[in-house]
């Protein structure tokens, strides 16, 4: 029956056999095994020296973040503080306008941001702080590292705590069963902070003793001012005090003598820095932050978008002839050291302000967002008026009047006439000097909103800019709604909102 | 300032102008230059009861010359004295007659019993119409290249049941979201694509005259073939072929037409917003902005970006075979411009699908397309457009642009911005070669290649505007894809007929290896502007990015298939496919997918044979489990995010850094979906009626979620776990009824498909799953909740306006409200508003999807009209909502509370804040219905058409989106896009277009 056709037919499907024969030989583990293309994964990571360096160099990245020290950054604590207005024009951002009004809600995109963003900070240090530990390589370097995680783990806390109060307590990577945490109180959270402080104070090296390449981590002075000021929010003066005391002789640091410049270029790394965010501005982008973008002048020169603006009330708060006004805020007309006056958008309308201290002369490479302007997160100034005011509270009026004098002095920028010194030895007259000069020295550098709820000052304060700042409520912002209504009853809202 | 336009785009768009134009011109050249005595010839065809039947070809044998008859079954030529005719039909037995010397032929055909079923293509092969055990629709040519669309799956909306075809936008080249019998899962619900076999994720490379059919599978017994590909249905594309031993047929098919926007946004007048910005400066306490007098009507934004555009498509093809190829090829240009200025869609495709019989046994052959498209993008103008201040003009007097803070100048946008275009080449296609052995055994190989390559290319010039619109460095951007997806597929048939017993069986292994590769960059500082410099190498080498990513997959599969019928009465169907994809982890790697059905064709049972009330009756049911493999490519493993860098030093170097930023969960497995069909098929008055009616369940289990885990975890992303379940059931009616009353014959279609969406679970632990992104952080529209539909609308609801201090102090409230601000209900009554008195406001998916209709045909002259619309959704107008600052108002604003009295529906004039919570405020019902489609067109009497040879000529007016009937406000309720926790939100859609556009159709 056969004929030549079907011969011919027959080879050929005894080719076709062979072929799906041959698909039946590929190895299915083989060919389905694929892994993660540019990308390293948990399995090969954290496996030695330099990539434990590069996840804490990750954590500092998180610093120049949108979430972290941006917009929202700003606006919960300047912007909400009788120091700034909301700036900008009227209908833009009013979320900010919330803030400053004190009529946010739970759902204000401000709060939400640093919610996540803070919290986020704290999974990069997590990873480290527990992923290093495990990794054979140098023991001094790695300790170096694990210190400056927790260092920056308790920086987020310390934000965290102030702004939330009651918080959960995140301290390792959450496994997917562990995602359900209830709040802690606010004391424990404080001591948790106060752990990691410790820790990276006795683990990390001083400033001087970083190469200049490596000026922006985290050092043991840091790590022991923060733990200053983490007691004063406590209301403990003399674990305060005693902190400060020790940085001050430390002799790491030192008031850099033209105020001005400190927010400048050349005032960055300078010897006022006990913590600053490094940024850089490239021309490929990748090392800037938005800090000084979303304040800068808006009008001309165009600077930024005109948020922040400094208040009349901020105005009036200076001393005649306080050389730090003019280092601290523009004034619409002002002429700038470039040479350029400031014309501010007629939009923002009358009294139009921004912050002297974010200004930046020139323009960086694609633009102010591309800014490489450092943000001053602790400066020598501010621990020696912790120290000043935790004296002042221990009695010890004379180390007091010392600091808060040291400040003024270098204020005075060498005008004997301004600027007297303070003599008043009583303490609620020196409280309130010290305070006054808090207030001043470190104007528009998101210290202010803080500072009045810790001195229990904030209702007075706003109750005379005719703002219903409610006691028992705006103590702290309220947490996210999304966050509570996701927790199935476990993350309790903060009372009032 | 002069426009920076690529001059060399616009002079090759005419080049292709002018070729295309070229080469139909030499058409019909060549058609004219026969001549030869001929007599002429008519007479009538009829099938065996008498009754004429139109459409028969009539040719001269060995020649392409002839006609088909009329709608009387007619038909006249001109032919030599000595030619034989030959007549065919399909589903008739072909007769050739010599004319000798006769002016009248009349011919009786008879029906080929053999060839009188209808087939329909399944997966991995076809199968008898009667045979089918599963829930299939089809889609022929002559409805899917009606359209004048770049994207052949519209041409489903409202013609297949159990299909929810939602235009994306009305952008140029914009694609559809397909919805086959609801959504079946929390992620990806598209469908799987077969093209001739190879397996995609999209079809927009296709041109719509090049589909011969689109079959949508929709049950369990249909597409489990296809195993977790299959969950969300899918739809097989086969492309024209041509016969063996045809002759030759040249088609040409053409239109042109001109586009509008359908349907506009009421916004108010430059005096209006003036009045209402006014207001609503006074009810923050703040002096107001405007004098009011000094404006007037002012400017409508949407008047200035949008355009009348228009739209072309010329096909060319040509189809036809000897006893050992035959072909079908064809050229098509399609070019439609935007709407809205600055956006284009083009796209130039070549096909070629040949088959050769290399002996009775072996046919090899393929289908190949390769295709060239490229799009430019609106700047984004549409939400600027919706948001600018009428009271601004578009330039300054001087010339300028007029800085619009707060909201960016469109004008500008068009100026500076729209200077961005993305090539695509893509070729796709499949070889095959069937090799018949041992007599009922036929091995099938077939090895498919989908190549794309795209580059995407943008320019940002240095300009000024305002503060927030500006660019102080130009840029420009570079992006490289290439994407490469090679399957192979290799089955053996076993097919074999004894007795009253006929049996399939299939087996078969199939690979599937996907690659993906990104290039970009991106350099500052060109030394100029013109088009010839927009190339990295122009730019500032300190100022360079790049990015190179990638990403693979891989599957095999191992598939089998049973069909058996008995008696044609008695059908089963089993088929099994396992799957093993690369995307899961090792141990969940495998799945299994079986599928079982029966079907009982009654209408064969002897006591239905001496009726004439139903022609066909046919019950069928099935069960199967399908699974869902569309996840990331690696979203089972956490990855590193790399360049996370830190700066350090007075020199402030740039140091790398890289860390875990997001979770990712190792054990996640394939969602499963088990599906259950009950359907009847049923004709009556010989088939004159007919219609399909189903009724299905879906219930989708283990559905991979990425379950919003809290914030304080830190993960910047959320890891999906498998946590959720999903029911979806429904009834699924096709019903047609065509009839012929002499000269005129006309048909009426229906089809209409209910949903009904429960979810059973969303995982241990979670009371809810929010999203729905409104525009606005931390605020979320749609929930996704436990026995209830998937995604649907939950916030407030509102139940009129605070009108007084009095309604202030005694209706319950949620804290910051005053006069004039809405009232949200106090659903729990315990006297105070907060979020636990949040409700169901709502939900996308719609109760009932419905299309229908409507052919008229009368001696030369056919009338079509189609409509679809949906009933008992709702939209979400998130535009409304966003409201970061003041924006210009739509007109609703104008009925606002002003005092006492004056509104209980429309709050008092403010940015933000409380009447800008989630609520019904911002939901509009998304019921319409569409006249999606009318089209009148005159074919041309053969007689005249004959001599100048050309077979048929038909020419058109076509009209699409010609109306639609809803309430929805804004400018079409078919929102497509979003995750379907979140979908039907109206973010500033691009504008629907209404096309005019005339064609012509002919073949020779």
Not at chain 1, 12 to 23: D, K, Q, T
Not at chain 2, 200 to 215: K, Q, T
Request: hydrophobic share 35%; aromatic share 12%; glycine share 10%.
């Amino acid at each position: 029956m056969k004929t030549m056709n079907n011969k011919i037919n027959y080879k050929i499907a005894a080719v076709g056999l062979s072929i799906l024969m041959s698909v039946g030989l590929i190895s299915c583990e083989d060919y389905l095994e694929k892994v993660p293309l540019a990308e390293l994964t948990s399995e090969n990571f954290f496996q030695d020296e330099l990539q434990a360096t590069h996840a804490v160099n990750a954590i500092y990245a998180h610093l120049r973040s949108f979430n972290v020290h941006v917009f929202s950054y700003i606006g919960i604590t300047d912007i909400a503080s009788d120091d700034a207005d909301k700036g900008s024009v009227p209908g833009d951002s009013g979320f900010l306008q919330d803030i400053n009004d004190f009529t946010f809600d739970a759902n204000n995109t401000a709060v939400n941001g640093i919610w996540s963003g803070y919290f986020q900070g704290v999974f990069r240090a997590n990873q480290v702080i527990v992923n290093v530990p495990e990794i054979d390589m140098d023991e001094e370097l790695k300790s170096r590292l694990i210190g400056e995680a927790r260092f920056l783990r308790a920086y987020f806390y310390f934000f965290l705590v102030r702004t939330y109060g009651d918080l959960p307590l995140i301290d390792r990577p959450l496994n997917a069963d562990e995602y359900t945490q209830s709040r802690v109180s606010k004391e424990l959270i404080y001591e948790f902070i106060e752990e990691d402080l410790t820790f990276a104070a006795a683990n990390l090296p001083e400033k001087s003793e970083y190469p200049n390449s490596e000026l922006g981590r985290a050092t043991a002075g840091a790590a022991k001012s923060f733990l200053a000021k983490v007691h004063l929010f406590q209301n403990e003066y003399q674990e305060a005090f005693d902190l400060a005391q020790e940085v001050i002789s430390s002799g790491e640091y030192g008031l850099y003598a033209d105020y001005e410049a400190i927010f400048q270029r050349e005032g960055e790394h300078s010897s006022e820095s006990i913590f600053e965010v490094s940024t850089v501005a490239l021309e490929a982008g990748g090392g800037s932050s938005q800090f000084s973008e979303v304040q800068g002048i808006r009008g001309n020169p165009n600077n930024g978008w005109g948020f922040n603006s400094p208040s009349d009330d901020l105005m009036a708060a200076y001393e005649e002839n306080d050389p730090r006004m003019s280092a601290t805020i523009i004034n619409d007309g002002d002429t700038l050291p470039t040479g350029q006056v400031v014309q501010a958008d007629p939009n923002m309308g009358e009294n139009a302000r921004f912050s002297r201290k974010a200004w930046v002369p020139e323009v960086p490479p694609s633009g102010f967002g591309n800014s490489g302007a450092n943000i001053r997160l602790f400066r020598y100034a501010d621990l020696l008026l912790i120290a000043a005011e935790a004296a002042n509270e221990i009695g010890n009026q004379t180390q007091a009047l010392t600091y808060v004098n040291m400040v003024r002095e270098r204020a005075r920028q060498g005008d004997d006439s301004v600027l007297p010194d303070i003599t008043a030895t009583d303490q609620a007259t020196l409280r309130t000097a010290i305070w006054h000069e808090r207030r001043v020295e470190l104007a528009m550098e998101q210290h202010r909103y803080f500072d009045l709820v810790r001195q229990s000052q904030a209702q007075e304060v706003f109750a005379a800019l005719g703002i219903n700042w409610i006691p028992g409520k705006h103590e702290v912002y309220p947490i996210p709604q999304a966050e509570v209504d996701i927790s199935g009853g476990l993350i309790a809202q903060n009372p009032g909102y | 300032m002069e426009k920076l336009l690529p001059e060399r785009e616009n002079a090759w768009l005419l080049d292709k102008y002018l070729i295309l134009f070229l080469l139909l011109f030499s058409l019909f050249i060549v058609h004219d230059s026969f001549g030869q005595t001929n007599v002429p010839v008519q007479g009538t065809v009829l099938d065996s009861s008498g009754q004429p039947l139109p459409g028969v070809n009539v040719v001269i044998k060995g020649t392409s010359t002839g006609t088909i008859t009329d709608l009387d079954g007619k038909y006249s030529l001109d032919l030599p004295e000595d030619a034989i005719l030959v007549f065919t039909f399909v589903g008739f037995n072909a007769q050739e007659i010599p004319i000798g010397g006769r002016s009248t032929i009349d011919v009786t055909l008879e029906e080929d019993l053999s060839d009188l079923e209808e087939f329909v293509v399944v997966g991995y092969g076809i199968q008898r119409k009667s045979d089918l055990t599963g829930a299939i629709s089809s889609v022929k040519s002559e409805d899917i290249s009606r359209l004048p669309v770049s994207d052949v799956t519209q041409s489903l909306q409202g013609r297949v049941s159990g299909v929810q075809i939602t235009q994306n936008s009305g952008a140029p080249g914009a694609g559809s979201t397909v919805r086959i019998r609801g959504v079946g899962t929390l992620n990806n619900s598209s469908p799987l694509y077969v093209v001739d076999g190879m397996l995609l994720d999209e079809i927009d490379f296709l041109n719509p005259n090049d589909v011969e059919s689109m079959e949508v599978l929709k049950d369990a017994s249909a597409t489990a073939i296809y195993g977790s590909r299959g969950a969300n249905g899918v739809i097989i594309v086969t492309t024209k072929q041509g016969s063996f031993d045809t002759d030759t047929k040249i088609t040409v098919d053409a239109y042109t037409g001109v586009q509008q926007v359908a349907s506009k946004i009421n916004l108010v007048n430059a005096r209006e917003f003036a009045q209402l910005a006014n207001e609503l400066e006074q009810n923050v306490g703040n002096q107001p902005l405007y004098n009011v007098d000094d404006y007037g009507v002012g400017t409508d934004w949407q008047d200035y970006i949008f355009r009348n555009a228009p739209i072309n498509n010329v096909n060319l093809g040509a189809t036809g075979g000897s006893a050992k190829t035959n072909f079908n090829l064809s050229v098509n240009y399609f070019n439609q411009q935007g709407v809205v200025k600055e956006s284009e869609f083009e796209r130039l495709t070549f096909r070629l699908n040949n088959q050769y019989k290399f002996s009775d046994a072996v046919t090899f052959g393929h289908n190949l397309s390769f295709i060239y498209y490229n799009q430019q993008n609106e700047p984004g103008v549409i939400g600027n457009a919706y948001r600018a201040y009428p009271i601004y003009g578009p330039t300054q007097a001087d010339g300028s642009f007029t800085d619009t803070s707060p909201v960016g100048n469109p004008a500008a946008q068009f100026e500076y911005n729209s200077n961005n275009r993305t090539n695509n080449y893509r070729g796709v296609g499949n070889f095959f070669m069937d090799v018949k052995f041992l007599k009922d055994f036929t091995f099938r190989s077939n090895l498919g290649l989908d190549l794309a390559f795209q580059d995407a290319k943008s320019f940002t010039p240095v300009f000024f505007v305002s503060p927030t619109q500006q660019s102080i460095e130009n840029s420009v951007n570079v992006e490289n894809v290439r994407n490469r997806n090679i399957l192979w597929e290799n089955t053996v048939n076993y097919s074999k007929d004894w007795g009253d017993h006929r049996l399939n069986l299939l087996g078969g292994i199939t690979t599937q290896d996907f690659y993906t590769e990104t290039l970009g960059g991106m350099r500052r500082n060109l030394p100029g502007e013109d088009p010839s410099l927009w190339y990295l190498d122009a730019g500032e080498l300190t100022s360079q990015t790049n990015e190179n990513y990638a990403g693979d997959w891989a599957m095999l599969s191992y598939l089998f298939r049973a069909n058996y019928s008995y008696k044609n009465k008695f059908l089963f169907t089993g088929t099994f496919r396992r799957d093993g994809s690369s995307r899961f982890g090792r141990e969940n790697r495998f799945g299994n997918f079986p599928s079982v059905a029966l079907g009982y064709n009654i209408i064969e049972e002897a006591f239905l044979q001496n009726q004439s009330f139903l022609s066909n009756l046919k019950i069928r049911g099935s069960w199967g489990k399908i699974g869902n493999d569309k996840i990331d490519f690696y979203e089972g493993r956490p990855v590193v995010t790399g360049n996370e860098n830190a700066v350090f030093g007075p020199d402030e170097e740039l140091i790398y850094g890289a860390t875990l930023t997001r979770l990712a969960n190792p054990f996640i497995k394939w969602e499963e979906t088990e599906t259950s069909n009950i359907g009847f098929e049923f004709g009556f008055f010989d088939e004159k009626l007919t219609g399909e009616l189903d009724y299905y369940q879906r219930t989708t289990n283990d559905i991979l979620v990425a379950v919003p885990i809290p914030a304080y975890v830190g993960s910047a992303n959320n890891p999906i776990v498998n946590a959720a379940r999903v029911k979806n059931s429904g009834i699924d009616l096709t019903l047609n009824w065509r009839d012929r009353k002499g000269d005129f014959s006309y048909n009426f279609g229906i089809v209409a498909s209910t949903v009904n969406n429960e979810v059973l679970d969303i995982g241990d632990g979670n009371e809810a799953i929010f999203g729905g992104d409104v525009g606005i952080s931390g605020y979320l529209g749609s929930r996704t909740t436990v026995s209830q539909s998937i995604g649907h609308y939950y916030g407030y609801k509102t139940v009129g306006v605070f009108q007084n201090e009095e309604d202030l102090s005694s209706i319950p409230k949620r804290g910051p409200e005053v006069v004039g601000d809405l009232i949200f209900q106090d659903t729990n009554g315990d006297g105070v508003v907060d979020n636990n008195d949040r409700v169901i406001l709502g939900s996308p998916i719609p109760d009932l999807i419905f299309g229908f209709n409507l052919g008229f045909d009368y001696k030369g002259f056919d009338l079509r009209a189609d409509f679809n619309g949906t009933y008992g959704n709702q939209i979400y107008n998130a535009k409304k909502q966003t409201r970061f600052n003041t924006y210009n108002f739509e007109t609703g604003f104008l009925d606002r509370w002003t005092g006492e009295g004056t509104s209980t529906t429309e709050p008092r004039v403010t940015n933000g804040g409380h009447n800008y919570e989630v609520s019904d405020r911002f939901i509009e019902d998304g019921s319409f219905l569409r006249l999606r489609n009318i089209q009148i067109g005159y074919s041309f009497p053969e007689v005249a058409l004959n001599k100048i040879k050309v077979q048929n000529f038909r020419v058109y007016l076509s009209g699409t989106n010609v109306f639609t009937w809803t309430k929805y406000t804004g400018y079409t309720p078919e929102i497509g896009g979003g995750s379907v926790i979140g979908t039907g939100y109206d973010s500033g859609l691009y504008p629907l277009a209404r096309t005019f556009n005339v064609g012509i159709s002919a073949s020779f």
